[in-house]
């Protein structure tokens, strides 16, 4: 693994003071910093091979069609896609979610079929499922959590039977840290004649992710939450099921021949990419994956548990702090929820922050599972492989005086 | 970023205990306030007669900001006409936008002064002008 300072000295956004101290950034489940690899590709990409891919048969429009297939390429090898053509891009997880839930969820889901969700999904993986079965008059139904914010197996056998159609997951919760065993899950769910769709958002910076051992039916992530930019995400999806599901948007370069009243569709994955993409977020996304192969997904992520399992039992000294999520590093990704007795999270937040802290407050877009966890918003603080046990001993020590701050004596 | 500015004595009073957190027996109306990125929720009841707002009181949950806002515009209301309320609560809204600077009007707000700090923090301006904005609608149905 390449030395942490050398690392950071990848990331010029954490070299920055806020209010005159050090930033310390822990909201990296939101989005983290950008590696100058990813800068530059950029930055090269507009400089160099600007032009619009797939059309033109000039010298840059050549380029910049390498460019983006190649990107697509890297990430299909990244997740172990068994073709690139499996490989949409996207804006974010977002989208690609919604475009499962529009094509396929639109088309293939018929009345009295149920759609299984966690209680734990983010919005993007809870409403446009609902805007489904509403639609096709289907059932939604939830797993709920046990009382270590863990997925029961007797849950699974209760929730997933013969009536789901689908069942939307994500890998790891981006509340509770948990990180659910989406294989038995998917294979079960399989049994029963579903199909999954996994949210990949939070674990994908953080776990190797193989999309053919999983066996998912859909996978979608984001670019900027694993150190690419903002505005480019990735829907992968079994070819079987894109080749049978309508496309989505429709206009350029998703269209074969154009006739004044029929249309026949381009092949994948162009079926679903209409209109000129995002080249340099694709671009800046294989540059992130290439800084994460360089360093391994293993190392990160022995790094990451090293840095959870510290906090969480630095966090525990603090008094009258609750931890939403398990107290093991184990099963569980760089996230740690929580709140504070007496003090507003999004004072608490605001309080750290004069700290140079930046954390989350809020509902972290699950209201369903704040509700069902009988908090109405939590702080939370997540790392990335940049942060430190400083970092977390920075944060402990503000989180210390914010009782204090709130007019509580301690 | 100076904590002690917003986070006054004054506010921490308030946004912890707050006589007017409490349900009306009867209300002419009510509305409820939600800022739905932070989780802020209150609801606002009056009860108005003959125009003059005899009794309001909130219920909810929310940030000390939120709720001490929300407690101290309670206090200001009190006792006054709709059409006053109206106008603190422009005053008010006013004063976070930066619109209103006028140490006249401004002192029209007497206590709820304090959040005038608010408006050089954009992060928690809505938690500020929750309470006014729902009481504008609560009296939208007057």
Redo the contacts between chains.
Sequence with gaps: MLSLDAIRAQFPALTQKVYGKPLIYLDNAATTQTPIDVLVACREYKEKSNANPHRGAHYLGVQATTLYENARNKVAKFINAASSQEVIFTKNATEALNLVAYSYGMSKISQDEEIVLCISEHHSNLVPWQMVAKAKGAKLRYLYLADDYTLSWSEVEKVITEKTALVAIAQMSNVLGTVYPLKDVISYAHEKGAVVVVDGAQSVPHLQTDVQALDADFFAFSGHKMYGPMGIGVLYGKREHLEAMPPFLRGGEMVEYVEEQVTTFNELPYKFEAGTPNVEGAVGLAAAIDFLEKISLEDVKAYEDGLTSYALGKLQEVPYLKIYGALDAKGRGPVISFSLEGCHPHDVATIVDSDGIALRAGHHCAQPLMRYLGAPATSRISFALYNTKDEIDACVASLKGVRRWLGHGS | ?D?SA??T?LI??H??KSEHKRQLKTSTCSERGHN??????ITIELLVEDGKIVDAAFTG?????SQASTSMMIDLIKGRSAEEAQTLANIFLGMIKREISSEAELELLEEAIAFQNVSN?P??VK?AVLAWHTLTEAMKEL
Excluded: K
């Design positions: 970023m904590l917003l986070y004595e921490l009073e946004s912890q739905p990125s932070c989780g802020d929720d949950s929310g940030c000390a900001i923090m992060a928690r938690c």
